[in-house]
């Protein structure tokens, strides 16, 4: 079975443009990787194989995740052009700072394609 890779972008480590969640690297790691791992278990309890995982290093020019989900402060960070190749979900900054994956999960199984 295909799993569809999503990437979680709260913050960028690298390039011109480093947008944090936080400003606290460690801080930030922690609300990533629990956003992610909330996102994985919530849409597996919804019967789809997804693989979910914090992206601290995007490279624009080498993305290969499936879907990418970003923290709206990163997207007015980097402009909405720079990322307009990219299959992304917008969130709300609060979302990811506090876990809520709602917003995510609602808009990825209301797509057209199917997750399973």
Known sequence: M???????????????IQP???????VDNALIA?????????????????????EHFLDLHNADSDK???DQKVVD???AASLSELDLIVVDHSDLI???VSA???EL???SFSLS
């Open 77 to 79: 960070s980097l402009g």
């Open 109 to 111: 199984t209301g797509q």
């Open 68 to 70: 990418y989900i970003f």
């Open 2 to 16: 295909k799993y569809l890779i999503i990437s979680v972008v709260g913050d960028i480590r690298t390039g011109k």
């Open 34 to 54: 629990n956003y992610s791992n909330q996102l994985q278990k919530s849409l597996e309890a919804s019967g789809c194989n997804v693989t979910v995982t914090p």
């Open 98 to 100: 506090w876990g809520n």
């Open 20 to 26: 944090t969640l936080t400003g606290n690297e460690i």
């Open 104 to 106: 995510a999960q609602s």
